[in-house]
């Protein structure tokens, strides 16, 4: 069956540039997560969605950093004015329903350099 | 959530078990040992986890101490495409804090 699907996976912006990073997952999960990889690190949270409604949003790192999942499905993460600090890779991950100990399925990343 | 403590590298002999440690000395009793690892150029992929007793599938054994202070994860046969990042990760029975806080993990290198 599909997976998480992220697009695209790789995106290379200018210093100030606005991005905007889709995330698929898969069908039929209620929550869906953003984390964050720097070279070298373990991913961070970024922020958490059970369905439509954005539950938790403490990890996005400034307000140039939004995300959306309007219709409970597809999500968007959008960085505006990009900087050099922004790059990294960009995980999706969903889970079934939103409980605390459920599995999270992780998609492939959408590695993000700005110059 | 607990932190965790895990060495930052291990190599491991093709065929062989791999052994991973874990430390969790200040885990609760509402908290799951969790394993993820991350190959390269992938996203992390979840192997196993357990609250208090011993745990296995087709990926892994997870061995928790009496005390739950510390956890092993083994890998019985490890293959090459076993190489990859291990992560352990404390996660606490509740509806808050769904997200998984991710250490350095341990690089585990598999060698023939």
């Known amino acids: 069956g599909a997976g998480v699907s992220q697009s695209p996976r790789y995106k290379v912006a200018k210093r100030g540039q606005d991005v905007a990073l889709r995330c698929d997952p898969i069908?039929?999960?209620?929550?869906l997560f953003w984390y964050q990889q720097a070279l070298g690190q373990g991913p961070e949270f970024l922020t958490y969605?059970?369905?439509?409604?954005?539950?938790?949003k403490s990890g996005l790192p400034s307000d140039r950093f939004f995300a959306e999942r309007p219709e409970g499905s597809v999500s968007t993460l959008k960085i505006q004015r990009t900087q050099q600090e922004d790059s990294a890779v960009y995980l999706c991950?969903?889970?079934?329903?939103?409980?605390?100990?459920?599995?999270?399925?992780f998609g492939p990343g959408t590695r993000l350099t700005v110059l | 959530d607990a932190k965790t403590t895990q060495p930052p590298s291990m190599d491991c002999a093709e065929g062989r078990a791999a052994n991973l440690p874990c430390n969790h000395s200040t885990i609760s009793g509402n908290e799951y040992v969790y394993w993820y690892r991350q190959i390269h150029s992938q996203g992390p992929q979840y192997i196993i986890h357990g609250l208090k007793n011993n745990e296995t599938n087709e990926m892994a054994s997870l061995i928790i101490t009496e005390d739950r202070k510390s956890s092993t994860l083994i890998l019985p046969h490890a293959t090459l495409r076993d190489t990859a990042v291990y992560y352990c990760i404390v996660r606490r029975l509740n509806n808050a804090g769904n997200m998984l806080t991710f250490g350095g993990g341990t690089r585990l290198m598999v060698k023939p």
């Open positions: 969605f059970q369905n439509e409604a954005q539950l938790d």
């Open positions: 069908s039929g999960h209620v929550s």
């Open positions: 991950a969903s889970s079934r329903q939103g409980a605390s100990t459920d599995t999270q399925y």
